[in-house]
């Protein structure tokens, strides 16, 4: 059952990305097709990891991953935890992300970033 929904998440998810890809090209002053072939994302080879916030053996009722960036193009988050997503800003702080109960957290994935940069 999980299988299933996870992989028609997954193949929706993907159609979500093109349309977003080709949105970022136009807005970046690109073909269309910029982002897509760039990253080669009619390919398929996408990545979905997920995770779980297990509790922080270090602090009692803490839950957390590593620090970590978010690699890849478009990272979805799904979260059904009140808090947990922190970013970090310029100056170096952390800040919570309040994402609302249902919804999808769509963001930018430091791959990206990078390549934009460039």
Do not use: C
Request: cysteine-free.
């Amino acid at each position: 059952m999980y299988r299933e929904a996870l992989g028609e998440y997954q193949t929706k998810f993907h159609d979500v990305k093109l349309g977003l890809a080709r949105a970022m090209s136009l807005n970046l002053g690109q073909e269309v097709s910029y982002i897509e072939n760039a990253f080669s994302l009619e390919s398929g080879l996408d990545v979905a990891a997920m995770n779980f916030y297990p509790p922080n053996l270090n602090s009692k009722g803490t839950i957390r991953l590593a620090d970590h960036t978010d690699p890849g193009f478009i990272i979805s988050l799904v979260q059904n935890l009140d808090g947990g997503l922190q970013i970090l800003t310029h100056q170096g702080k952390w800040v919570n992300v309040h994402i609302p109960p249902n919804a999808i957290l769509i963001q930018v994935g430091e791959h990206l970033e990078v390549y934009i940069i460039q």
